[in-house]
């Protein structure tokens, strides 16, 4: 302590002065830079790209600069301390116009639709895609049928998404074919068509497409062109329909039975007391299931009335016209491109022999018994909402 004191008193006054006076011009000097200087963002600073490749730099700026840190420079900002709390409260947003559950979510962040586009892993994503299919095929196959599959698919253009869905488990076999190598694939063990339909091709998911083929693996296509077909649904103002089916072979209904004097027909003649309206099913307003092709539009509809345990989809086409309005003039058969249909049961052998039967019998019985459940359920639902807006249909026959 000694030695402290006698170096102070040995001090001038004048270089004790200019000490402190020095001292406060180097605090208000700094005071002045600090306040003119903006707080450094790392997040702005010009990096390298690899020299931080796992850390989120701008979590690290949130975590450990403060709210007191982002006032500070919001308040430079002119911005008061009420409105950065409000932007960091996110209960204040509410939209009941986002689609249920992402109310919370700002409108403009919302992707309420997605695709079947594929996406690269690396690049920039708006480079992805070169081109954006319009349509979509798909096709429920057993790689028995590659060779049928095969054929069917180089019927449709690059302008198509190809998605397969296996319901034996073999998918990587079809590789193959060059093309499968750019489809989609789907694996799901003894399911059918109907069943995948429902789970993968939600309205939402399909929605860029114009069109959306669900076919059939048995289906002859020597004599049909996916483009050409396309252009007459549109010609002729088509929502729902099929192509017509070779006369000769696999014919259930006269309704799909290829004209080979037209375009296009919406209207048959049926077996006497079939059609109890001309403007009904199977007389008007009726395609089968085994080939459809519905708009965009309609398959919204037609999606919601597929029903999640019923996987046939036996009634559903004396159905689909209530999902388009005039039905009779929106649903139609093409008959130039045309197919057959082959008839080939392999789906069918997908069943368990029961009691003696072949598998494709307890298929095919199950079938049947969909087909009136169906029914059941169809006419109930309308009686049931009939009666709740006052309208007795007890006395009607038409459903």
């Known amino acids: ?33 600090g306040v003119s200087v903006p707080t450094l963002s790392i997040t702005k600073l010009n990096l390298p790209s690899g020299l931080l490749p796992s850390i989120d730099l701008s979590y690290i700026e949130d975590r450990y600069t403060g709210r007191q840190a982002w006032t500070f420079m919001n308040n430079g900002n002119k911005r008061s301390s009420s409105q950065f709390e409000a ?38 994503p708006s480079e992805d895609l070169t ?27 690059g302008n198509f998404t190809v998605l397969l869905f296996h319901y034996d488990g073999r998918t990587t076999e079809w590789d193959e074919f060059e093309w499968s190598k750019r489809a989609i694939h789907v ?5 059918t068509k109907w069943w995948y339909a429902k789970r993968f091709l939600h309205p939402d998911i399909v929605a860029p497409y114009d069109y959306i083929f669900i076919w059939d693996e048995d289906l002859g296509v020597e004599h049909f062109d996916a483009e050409e077909y396309l252009k007459l649904v549109r010609k002729h103002g088509l929502e729902i329909s099929q192509p017509g089916l070779e006369p000769n ?3 259930t209904w006269q309704m799909t039975k290829r004209r080979g004097d037209r375009e296009v027909h919406k209207v048959t003649e049926e077996k006497p007391g079939w059609c109890s309206d001309p ?3 199977p007389c008007a307003a009726f395609v089968e299931i085994m080939a459809p092709v519905f708009s965009r539009d309609a398959w919204r509809c037609v999606w919601h009335m597929i ?10 086409d004396f159905a689909l016209r209530r999902c388009v309005e005039p039905a009779h003039e929106k649903i139609g058969v093409v008959d130039s491109p045309w197919i057959v249909h082959q008839g080939l049961p392999s789906l069918g052998n997908q069943g368990e022999s029961q009691t003696g039967k072949a598998p494709w019998q307890g298929v095919r019985e199950r079938c049947r018994k969909e087909w009136t459940m169906f029914q059941t359920r169809l006419a109930n639902a ?11 249909t007890s006395n009607s026959t038409a459903h």
């Open 1 to 33: 302590m000694g030695i402290i004191s006698r170096s102070s008193g040995g001090r001038k006054p004048s270089e004790i002065m200019r000490f402190f006076v020095t001292t406060f011009i180097g605090i208000v000097f700094g005071f002045f830079i």
């Open 87 to 124: 932007l960091n409260d996110t209960s204040k947003i509410w939209v009941p116009s986002n689609p249920r559950g992402a109310e919370r979510l700002p409108p403009g962040i919302v992707e309420a639709e997605s695709d079947f586009y594929l996406r690269r892993l690396w690049g920039k």
């Open 131 to 157: 081109s954006k299919p319009n349509y979509l095929v798909t096709f429920t196959v057993g790689y028995e049928q590659k060779n049928n599959i095969d054929a069917a698919v180089k019927k449709f253009s």
């Open 187 to 191: 694996s799901v063990r003894k399911q």
């Open 249 to 251: 072979k696999g014919l």
């Open 279 to 281: 403007h009904l099913p």
């Open 307 to 316: 029903q999640n345990d019923l996987v046939h989809g036996w009634g559903l």
């Open 382 to 392: 309308e009686d049931a909402y009939y009666k709740s807006i006052g309208i007795d």
